[in-house]
């Protein structure tokens, strides 16, 4: 992610990508996820690895931010259209 951001927004903006990831919480893939993620991915018509990103934020009870218009629509995700250029 931060690669994307120093090269789309410079230095400071990496950094401060950097340090919201140190922040973050590594979650296990439980095969509860992993299933639930499968299901996702089916019922979504979603990539494998979009889903279990879905599914383990679900698990966690947590809002799914990104910038892929894959999930643009879907309940529980906050879909952030990218800037144009």
Do not use: N, Y
């Amino acid at each position: 992610m931060s690669g994307g951001v120093l090269r789309e927004h410079g230095e400071g903006p990496a950094l401060q990508a950097i340090a919201l990831m140190q922040r973050s919480e590594l979650v296990a893939l439980s095969p509860e996820i992993a299933l639930h993620g499968a299901q996702l991915s089916l019922e979504l018509k979603l990539p494998m690895a979009d889903s279990l990103m879905l599914a383990t934020a679900k698990a966690c009870g947590a809002l799914l931010i990104t910038q892929d218009a894959d999930f643009r629509g879907i309940a529980g995700v906050r879909w952030l259209p990218k800037a144009p250029g």
